[in-house]
């Protein structure tokens, strides 16, 4: 079901890995939207509609990084 998302996922961490975690804290159904919502993203991504310019100082701008958590945790999939 999320064999797109396992591939995308690949460099970061594995599939299993982060339903292990994700379980921990929050209930099925909850990690089932989080999971689709993941798999949404990571596909616009993968398919060239969502980027990031290379030079993109994320890491170190903290700002930058509280805005785009709050635009990827606004991410609605219907």
Known sequence: M??????SLGDVCSLDDLRERMVVYLSQSNCHEILD???HVTKNIDEGRLKMKAHCPMVTDVGMKENALKILMGYVVF
């Open 2 to 7: 999320y064999s797109h998302l396992k591939v």
């Open 37 to 39: 919502a993941m798999t």
